[in-house]
């Protein structure tokens, strides 16, 4: 388990959040989260609160306090924590969301009955997480559908009336990720591209806010599949500044490993000790949302 060092003139001082996504959605995934955090580098993770194992992240998260939980707010792709009564226009009859971003985007983009139900759904998940006693490291999103513009604008309201000032915007980073690892080059432009813009429009919305999160974050071009070759060429070239490192990590040999067939590997890559020593040499100290001082726009 990761445990605070006295400090040290000879120590690096850059703070690295090391996230991983999606707790509580599988108990494979809460093993994998559990064991990157104990013995490997994992400082921080992202709880689905809706979903089957969430009951079960919560508890581990309570016998593991030095493992910081944020609230991965899901809206596509995941589970409501309203019944489908409540939101009709959100979720079918097993309360499930579509599981298209895009078909998700544009319906809360256009949909005002879809807007009035979003915003209840929004506050549900916030009062679910509080409810379970953990305190909230920070926010982000299941597919970063979080910075939609509709959604961003609520999630403001609902971060500054819960307390929680810590978020994550998401930038595509594309110069860097794609001299890593250029393979499937025409979709990571695309998502670079659309995520440089929503990024702009949610920093001008942070604005004056008082609200904190890490300058650079990586993940967006390389999602399930930050292994350890990866962070080994990533890391040295990192700008040396707050950053977030966030990955999907799995148990390996699971049923569930074949939604995810790339988080056995990245879960080998958070416990791998030549990513720790990567880090260190490149000056950055493991850190998480509530125990460093990232930017304030």
Known sequence: MLEPSPPSHHQPTIPLIINADDFGYSSAVNRAVIQAHREGILTSTSLMINEPAANEAVQLAKEFPSLAVGLHLVLVLGRSALPQTEIPHLVDAEGNFTNSPFVAGVKYYFSPAARR???????????????????????????????HPVIFNELLKLCEEF???????????????????????????????????????????????????????????????????????????????????????????????????GGAAELLALLSPRVRKAIEAAGFSLATYEKTSPREL
């Open 117 to 147: 139900e979003l915003k209840q759904e929004m506050r549900a998940q916030f009062e679910k997480f509080r409810a379970t006693g953990l305190p909230f490291s920070h926010v982000d999103g299941h597919t970063h559908l979080h910075m």
């Open 163 to 261: 307390g929680v000032k810590r978020l994550r915007v998401v930038k595509g980073e594309m110069r860097l990720s794609l001299s890593v690892d250029h393979s499937q080059l025409p979709i990571k432009l695309v998502n670079g591209i659309v995520f440089n813009l929503l990024a702009l429009h949610c920093e001008k919305k942070l604005r004056g806010r008082g609200f904190m999160m890490p300058e650079k974050v990586y993940g967006l071009l390389q999602t399930g599949n930050v292994n350890e070759e990866y962070l080994l060429q990533l890391i040295p070239r990192m700008a040396r500044t707050t950053s977030e490192i966030y990955a999907h990590p799995i148990a390996p040999g699971t049923e569930e490993q074949r939604e995810n067939p």
